[in-house]
């Protein structure tokens, strides 16, 4: 699977909306980008994921850049709830080498009241 | 709770023995994944599972190994215990074998090796 890119950490004040950034200038045509968090003490947790279009569900928004080479990972309002390392990570859905995520480093987001 | 059951939560026992670790996947999930979490290496995939067979592996040791059973419900076998075998195991799951409609994790195993 292709590589990503994030900051190693990122701030934010509760209950203000925080864009999280990942770089993908490798993607391939083939390429979900999923995102994922790890609250502390706990197991990744899916949050969205998406091909081409902007998605949206309950917890999150996912934008895409046109040429894919990029998204946001976007959190509408910041709670305290929210605090924990954010990964983005691309899948191929037609892989043939296994179907397991590949986590980098990711974000750790810190929301302070 | 995300429906995949880890047990035993916490486990501390001493180099050089042998502990196994179990994972029931959340219900309707064929696919079993396992991952190492340590604090210098991140999560680590280990290995798949996909109906009872053994689907893709990653980085695990000769000293590992794993199984699904008929009832879906897999453990991981680690021998020969090092000190730097200590670090969170989780397992993971998917209704198929590709993830296609995302992966569920359970709360991890904490195994503490001295």
């Known amino acids: 699977d292709a590589k990503t890119t994030q900051p190693n950490s990122m701030e934010s004040n509760e209950e203000e909306p925080v864009h999280l950034p990942c770089n993908h200038s490798?993607?391939?045509?083939?390429?979900?980008i999923h995102w994922y968090r790890q609250l502390p003490s706990q197991g990744p947790e899916y949050v969205i994921h998406g091909l081409t279009s902007n998605v949206n569900n309950r917890m999150a928004s996912l934008a895409i850049a046109e040429d894919r080479k990029s998204s946001t990972l976007i959190l509408h309002r910041a709670t305290l709830r929210d605090a924990a390392v954010y990964y983005c990570i691309l899948r191929d859905e037609r892989s043939n080498s296994g179907y397991a995520l590949n986590f980098g480093k990711g974000t750790s987001l810190l929301v302070t009241p | 709770d995300s429906g995949v059951t880890q047990t035993p939560k916490h486990l501390i026992t001493a180099t050089g023995q042998r502990v196994t670790l179990r994972c029931s996947p959340r219900s309707g999930d064929l696919s079993v994944y396992w991952y190492q979490q340590s604090l210098d290496q991140g999560l680590q995939f280990l290995i798949q599972y996909y109906n009872g067979e053994e689907r893709a592996k990653g980085n695990i040791l000769e000293r590992f190994s794993a199984q699904q059973f008929p009832d879906l419900h897999s453990e991981l076998n680690l021998s020969s215990l090092e000190l730097g075998d200590s670090a969170l195991y989780f397992c993971?799951?998917?209704?198929?074998?590709?993830?296609?409609?995302?992966?569920?994790f359970g709360s991890g195993t904490r195994l503490t090796v001295v």
């Open positions: 490798t993607i391939s045509g083939t390429d979900y």
């Open positions: 993971a799951s998917s209704v198929d074998g590709r993830g296609s409609y995302g992966y569920t």
